[in-house]
């Protein structure tokens, strides 16, 4: 065999090696490649999934801790402290107003709560107001708001809102009786009970 020859066969076996080995490496590169781009979708996807687990067991341990928000349908007027203190049911009392008149009413004293009778104050005051044909409704304005009553009830309409008094409200041959403080929350006044003098003050706050 000559020397062109053996050059000719060493350049067909290196080709025939190199076509042997490369396409198996090649084919183990990109099968590499694809395990790898796999497991770094597998892992992203694990890692989204862990992150929306954690996410709603959060929101479910708030919900479970969280008490539903409530709205109250309305908002008490608070009575002043031993407000019927040394008063007795049916005892005439001075109710002295802010612009210096006074007027003498019967307190009465209902489930520990001290009435005065309010359309006594509200004439003595000047303040407008009506009540219903069926005696149980008074409606009246104070410096230009509006305020309802209804007999039998704990509701008072002041400006539009509702409110709960600290007792209900009841009318005696067409006098309306209403628990102090809402009277005078409702007139803009705070009152001051002075029982040793038999005597209520309304005063401007």
């Known amino acids: 065999m000559n020397k062109k020859a053996v050059q000719f066969a060493s350049i067909v076996l290196f080709v025939a090696l190199t076509a042997a080995y490369f396409p198996t490496a090649f084919v183990s590169a990109d099968q590499k490649d694809r395990q790898k781009n796999r497991y770094e979708r597998a892992e992203h996807e694990a890692h989204e999934q862990k992150e929306h687990d954690e996410q709603e067991h959060t929101e479910k341990k708030g919900k479970r801790k969280s008490t539903p928000a409530q709205t109250p349908t309305s908002a008490p007027i608070t009575t002043a402290p031993a407000a019927s203190a040394g008063f007795s049911d049916n005892e005439k009392a001075t109710l002295a107003l802010p612009d ?14 001290l009435f005065i ?5 509200l004439e003595a005051l000047q303040v407008p107001f009506v009540i219903y044909p069926k005696g149980t409704i008074l409606e009246g304005f104070a410096d230009g708001k509006q305020f309802i009553f209804h007999a039998d009830k704990r509701t008072v309409y002041a400006d539009g809102q509702r409110k709960t008094t600290a007792a209900a ?9 209403v628990p102090l403080q809402s009277a005078a929350d409702v007139l803009g ?3 001051v009970v002075l029982p040793q003098n ?3 003050e309304f005063q401007v706050r």
Do not use: D, M
Request: no cysteine.
């Open 117 to 121: 009778p309010l359309n006594s104050v």
């Open 189 to 191: 006044y705070s009152a």
């Open 100 to 113: 210096g008149n006074s007027v003498s009413g019967t307190i009465r004293l209902k489930q520990g709560e």
């Open 198 to 200: 038999q005597r209520i």
């Open 169 to 177: 409200v009841f009318a005696e041959s067409n006098q309306f009786y």
